[in-house]
């Protein structure tokens, strides 16, 4: 496109804006006229184009700027007749570095680098005047290539990687109208390979008591040829049934695996998108129950059989309950999800799955978080048929060439442990919800005969309550600790603005436990105590010293985890213990004295001490200033744990429980309430601030 100094003779010249050398060659400002009718105007030297000028060669082109020895180099600007304008960088006469060109008649605009004439490198080309259409990202050789943004004047938007202008490789793209996003490989502008799309249909948040059925939106995870669903996939329904098998032109085609809404299955061949059915076959659940997969519980009974009844009898008797209870913790906040974030569904999730069960006095030493979530992670579990299935599959179609497909195939075996067993936000359908409570009961009330009583006990004297106050002959306590936190804005607020900073906090003491933070742990010995130096004395201030990092960036090197998480989300991969946050505070100076010591210890480890355990004859020893029982503490007043020496041989025995995040969190908190030297202190709000930041320091 650009044009080419060639040697060519002088058709005339005008030296009258200028003046020759004592040599005759051009120097200062000259107007040349070239035989071919280029014609040159500006500054000369030694007889060269040199300096800044202008150029208009014989078809209009026209270009100003500047010269280097008969060369087009330097910064300038080149029209076109058409209309057509590049002004930036040039070298030896074409487009190189950095530059903006546009088009007569035209809104498209290309910014960014140039090399040789062609774009490449980063550049950004806008397809309208307000710029809502563009590409931003790399170029090579006048094409898209690599990776770069594509946003579209309609809302609509793709990012990922480009071959010679085509959508190539791995990208994702969103369609603003229709509501719909695809994330995965592309080749030919088109979807093909491994990818998941997926339909955002606005969920209204539920008013009726059934929405448990009617939670998700329709996700397809597989194979895609040439845009359609194509291959082995599997096909996430809004209503929680899902089919995995094959497909063909976006059609189920070939055997699947259908499973319904209540976790009953079926599996047989599919034809046009229906499932190709026998004489007297019909595609339908099984049952109206919740079909639960706990052969591995129910063997363990004197009569499987009737077990496995009597555990259906107990859900069903409870459904209607089970239902109400599981649409409540959906809308349920959790200091461990993220606060405002728009909710694509109303699914329970692992975070709310722990507020239940401490409402409802579920965590205790038999059932503790950690176990929990391994219960959870049971649950979770595809059914084994599918299972079986599955690996047949993978054995006919895997391509071993293909990490795509390779990890495609990983990813399915491990989806019940995606982003680890303590994943927060892991969703729980309500088949496995009632699943992991029977699991549950099957742990916590092991000393009662049979899965069906257990299960019946475990409802009606821990969760009928949290449905409606009149369906349960007594609710679980709630301690004073509980009653403040939950009955006031401002504690829960004071928790949630403590969370963040708590988060370093674990991750050091994580760090620490595994042995990756042995030259932190020197530092910890040598750093100041408390009151000497004027500074922060507080947990958060002293670490922020210690660790030289004001906001906690992160866990020091070295703990293991994986990357499939968010940075914020990785701190659920860490695990310490209550014998380390005691230790650390103890190094700090923050428990004054063995009273202290031991109020900590004993507020670390309140769940699982035999005298806080809850069930249908014990309550707690926890007992206001007041004297009224533990249920009975006005909200802000403060309490004070006492512990005997069969308490305190127990806290010694759970010191080395493995602690999650959300156990530390809770634990600080209720560390904060029962901590002996701050009970003049009132409200949780205030005893928090005074536990974690100095007067004045700001850091909350």
Same mark, same amino acid.
């Given at each position: 496109?650009?044009?080419?100094?060639? @040697?060519?003779?002088?058709?005339?010249?005008?030296?009258?804006?200028?003046?020759?050398?004592?040599?005759?060659?051009?120097?200062?400002?000259?107007?040349?006229?070239?035989?071919?009718?280029?014609?040159?105007?500006?500054?000369?030297?030694?007889?060269?184009?040199?300096?800044?000028?202008?150029?208009? !060669? @014989?078809?209009?082109?026209?270009?100003?700027?500047?010269?280097?020895?008969?060369?087009?180099?330097?910064?300038?600007?080149?029209?076109?007749?058409?209309?057509?304008?590049?002004?930036?960088?040039?070298?030896?006469?074409?487009?190189?570095?950095?530059?903006?060109?546009?088009?007569?008649?035209?809104?498209?605009?290309?910014?960014?680098?140039?090399?040789?004439?062609?774009?490449?490198?980063?550049?950004?080309?806008?397809?309208?005047?307000?710029?809502?259409?563009?590409?931003?990202?790399?170029?090579?050789?006048?094409?898209?290539?690599?990776?770069?943004?594509?946003?579209?004047?309609?809302?609509?938007?793709?990012?990922?990687?480009?071959?010679?202008?085509?959508?190539?490789?791995?990208?994702?793209?969103?369609?603003?109208?229709?509501?719909?996003?695809?994330?995965?490989?592309?080749?030919?502008?088109?979807?093909?390979?491994?990818?998941?799309?997926?339909w955002f249909q606005q969920v209204a948040e539920p008013t009726a008591a059934n929405h448990a059925l009617l939670l998700m939106f329709n996700r397809y995870h597989g194979r895609f040829l040439d845009g359609q669903r194509s291959g082995y996939g599997v096909l996430y329904?809004?209503?929680?049934?899902?089919?995995?098998?094959?497909?063909?032109?976006?059609?189920?085609?070939?055997?699947?695996?259908?499973?319904?809404?209540?976790?009953?299955?079926?599996?047989?061949?599919?034809?046009?998108?229906?499932?190709?059915?026998?004489?007297?076959?019909?595609?339908?659940?099984?049952?109206?129950?919740?079909?639960?997969?706990?052969?591995?519980?129910?063997?363990?009974?004197?009569?499987?059989?009737?077990?496995?009844?009597?555990?259906?009898?107990?859900?069903?008797?409870?459904?209607?309950?089970?239902?109400?209870?599981?649409?409540?913790?959906?809308?349920?906040?959790?200091?461990?999800?993220?606060?405002?974030?728009?909710?694509?569904?109303?699914?329970?999730?692992?975070?709310?799955?722990?507020?239940?069960?401490?409402?409802?006095?579920?965590?205790?030493?038999?059932?503790?978080?950690?176990?929990?979530?391994?219960?959870?992670?049971?649950?979770?579990?595809?059914? @084994?048929?599918?299972?079986?299935?599955?690996?047949?599959?993978?054995?006919?179609?895997?391509?071993?060439?293909?990490?795509?497909?390779?990890?495609?195939?990983?990813?399915?075996?491990?989806e019940h442990v995606a982003g680890g067993p303590h994943n927060p936000l892991a969703e729980l359908l309500f088949p496995a919800f009632c699943e992991a409570l029977v699991r549950v009961a099957a742990v916590r009330y092991r000393h009662l005969p049979g899965m069906e009583r257990r299960l019946h006990v475990l409802i009606n004297s821990h969760l009928l309550a949290l449905v409606s106050k009149t369906k349960a002959t007594s609710a679980p306590p709630r301690t004073p600790f509980?009653?403040?936190?939950?009955?006031?804005?401002?504690?829960?607020?004071?928790?949630?603005?403590?969370?963040?900073?708590?988060?370093?906090? !674990?991750?050091?003491?994580?760090?620490?436990?595994?042995?990756?933070?042995?030259?932190?742990?020197?530092?910890?010995?040598?750093?100041?105590?408390?009151?000497?130096?004027?500074?922060?004395?507080?947990?958060?201030?002293?670490?922020?010293?210690?660790?030289?990092?004001?906001?906690?960036?992160?866990?020091?090197?070295?703990?293991?985890?994986?990357?499939?998480?968010?940075?914020?989300?990785?701190?659920?991969?860490?695990?310490?213990?209550?014998?380390?946050?005691?230790?650390?505070?103890?190094?700090?100076?923050?428990?004054?004295?063995?009273?202290?010591?031991?109020?900590?210890?004993?507020?670390?480890?309140?769940?699982?001490?035999?005298?806080?355990?809850?069930?249908?004859?014990?309550?707690?020893?926890?007992?206001?200033?007041?004297?009224?029982?533990?249920?009975?503490?006005?909200?802000?007043?403060?309490?004070?744990?006492?512990?005997?020496?069969?308490?305190?041989?127990?806290?010694?025995?759970?010191?080395?429980?493995?602690?999650?995040?959300?156990? !530390?969190?809770?634990?600080?908190?209720?560390?904060?309430?029962?901590? @002996?030297?701050?009970?003049?202190?009132?409200?949780?709000?205030?005893?928090?601030?005074?536990?974690?930041?100095?007067?004045?320091?700001?850091?909350?």
């Amino acid at each position: 496109m650009e044009p080419e100094l060639v @040697p060519v003779s002088v058709d005339s010249v005008d030296d009258s804006l200028g003046q020759a050398s004592l040599s005759g060659r051009m120097e200062g400002q000259g107007r040349v006229v070239f035989k071919s009718g280029a014609m040159y105007e500006g500054q000369w030297q030694r007889g060269y184009m040199h300096g800044t000028g202008k150029l208009t !060669f @014989p078809d209009g082109l026209v270009y100003e700027g500047d010269f280097q020895d008969n060369t087009i180099t330097g910064s300038g600007v080149y029209h076109w007749p058409n209309g057509a304008l590049y002004e930036g960088q040039v070298l030896r006469g074409k487009r190189h570095g950095k530059g903006r060109m546009s088009f007569a008649g035209s809104e498209t605009v290309y910014e960014g680098d140039w090399v040789q004439g062609l774009r490449q490198g980063q550049g950004t080309i806008y397809f309208n005047a307000d710029r809502t259409g563009y590409y931003q990202g790399d170029w090579a050789g006048d094409m898209k290539e690599g990776r770069g943004t594509m946003q579209y004047a309609n809302g609509d938007v793709y990012e990922g990687d480009w071959v010679a202008d085509l959508k190539c490789g791995y990208g994702r793209m969103q369609w603003k109208s229709t509501r719909q996003e695809y994330k995965g490989q592309w080749d030919r502008n088109m979807p093909n390979g491994i990818g998941t799309h997926l339909w955002f249909q606005q969920v209204a948040e539920p008013t009726a008591a059934n929405h448990a059925l009617l939670l998700m939106f329709n996700r397809y995870h597989g194979r895609f040829l040439d845009g359609q669903r194509s291959g082995y996939g599997v096909l996430y329904f809004a209503t929680g049934a899902r089919y995995e098998g094959m497909w063909l032109a976006d059609k189920k085609q070939g055997q699947g695996y259908f499973v319904f809404e209540n976790g009953d299955t079926w599996v047989g061949a599919f034809e046009e998108d229906r499932p190709v059915l026998h004489e007297g076959e019909t595609f339908a659940p099984a049952s109206i129950n919740v079909a639960l997969h706990i052969q591995d519980l129910i063997d363990e009974e004197e009569v499987p059989a009737a077990a496995a009844r009597g555990i259906n009898n107990v859900l069903m008797v409870y459904n209607s309950d089970l239902r109400s209870l599981y649409d409540k913790y959906c809308k349920r906040p959790s200091l461990h999800m993220a606060r405002d974030a728009p909710r694509p569904s109303f699914t329970l999730v692992t975070a709310q799955f722990w507020e239940l069960m401490s409402d409802a006095r579920l965590v205790t030493a038999a059932t503790s978080l950690h176990h929990i979530d391994q219960l959870l992670v049971q649950a979770r579990r595809a059914p @084994p048929p599918l299972v079986a299935f599955r690996e047949y599959a993978q054995m006919q179609l895997s391509l071993a060439d293909d990490p795509a497909d390779s990890h495609f195939w990983v990813g399915l075996s491990e989806e019940h442990v995606a982003g680890g067993p303590h994943n927060p936000l892991a969703e729980l359908l309500f088949p496995a919800f009632c699943e992991a409570l029977v699991r549950v009961a099957a742990v916590r009330y092991r000393h009662l005969p049979g899965m069906e009583r257990r299960l019946h006990v475990l409802i009606n004297s821990h969760l009928l309550a949290l449905v409606s106050k009149t369906k349960a002959t007594s609710a679980p306590p709630r301690t004073p600790f509980h009653q403040e936190m939950w009955s006031s804005e401002g504690a829960l607020l004071a928790l949630q603005q403590a969370e963040p900073s708590l988060r370093p906090v !674990f991750e050091h003491l994580a760090a620490r436990q595994h042995g990756s933070a042995g030259a932190a742990g020197t530092r910890h010995q040598a750093a100041s105590r408390p009151g000497t130096s004027g500074a922060d004395d507080s947990l958060q201030g002293v670490l922020d010293r210690v660790l030289g990092q004001a906001g906690g960036a992160g866990a020091p090197a070295g703990v293991p985890w994986a990357d499939d998480l968010g940075a914020s989300a990785q701190v659920y991969k860490l695990e310490t213990s209550a014998r380390s946050v005691v230790g650390l505070m103890r190094e700090l100076g923050l428990l004054p004295d063995t009273m202290a010591v031991m109020a900590a210890a004993g507020a670390l480890c309140f769940n699982y001490l035999t005298a806080n355990l809850y069930n249908q004859t014990q309550r707690l020893r926890i007992e206001a200033e007041d004297g009224q029982p533990e249920g009975g503490a006005e909200a802000g007043g403060s309490s004070v744990m006492t512990l005997d020496e069969d308490d305190e041989r127990e806290v010694a025995a759970w010191l080395d429980v493995p602690m999650l995040y959300p156990d !530390f969190v809770e634990g600080m908190a209720r560390v904060a309430f029962h901590a @002996p030297h701050l009970g003049q202190v009132e409200g949780l709000q205030a005893k928090m601030q005074a536990l974690l930041m100095a007067e004045g320091s700001g850091l909350l």
